[in-house]
């Protein structure tokens, strides 16, 4: 079984995401996303609304899984037999942080991480940009996966 995990913020989880998880399913038995929990860090959707929203985008979907976690991605990896680590691209911008961060943890753990780019039409969705469009009251369904409310 080739499963990978998916892991970020997701605050909220965006079709930005989701549409890298619906390509990374052509690569992998089972995806598992992967919220990753810091009590210290504030964000705007609480854990079980993140996970609210990634469990009603993937109803149909028995390949992904999700599950919140408090420790490093390493071994929440480890910790779900992962083999993987999926992440998306969409700018320059991401590229020195995946790139620091996919080093490290092969350095630590020897497990790979996956890239893909961005499609064109979603590489201006941000989780950022969905918050602050929230805050002022506008809607953002489109920033959000098909079949989601919130
Ligand atoms: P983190 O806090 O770990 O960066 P995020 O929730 O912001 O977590 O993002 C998780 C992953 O999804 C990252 O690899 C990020 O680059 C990727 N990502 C975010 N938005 C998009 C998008 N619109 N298209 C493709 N990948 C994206």
């Not at 210290?40 to 854990?47: A, D, Q, Y």
């Not at 929230?134 to 079949?147: A, H, R, V």
Request: aromatic share 12%; glycine share 6%.
């Amino acid at each position: 079984m080739r499963r990978a995990i998916f892991p970020g913020t997701f605050d909220p989880f965006t079709i930005g995401h989701y549409s890298i998880v619906q390509r990374g399913l052509s690569m992998f038995d089972e995806i598992v996303i992967g919220i990753g929990f810091n009590l210290s860090k504030k964000t705007l959707f609480t854990i079980e609304q993140r996970l609210d929203i990634i469990q009603q985008a993937f109803a149909n979907e028995p390949r992904v899984k999700v599950q919140a976690y408090n420790s490093l991605t390493v071994d929440f990896a480890t910790s779900v037999d992962a083999g993987f680590v999926l992440r998306g691209l969409r700018s320059v911008g991401d590229f020195e942080y995946e790139r620091t961060i996919a080093d490290a943890n092969k350095k630590l753990t020897g497990i790979e991480t996956v890239i893909l780019f961005t499609e064109s039409e979603y590489s201006f969705i941000s989780s950022t940009v969905a918050r602050d469009l929230i805050t002022y009251g506008k809607d953002i369904s489109s920033f959000l996966p098909p079949n989601v409310k919130i």
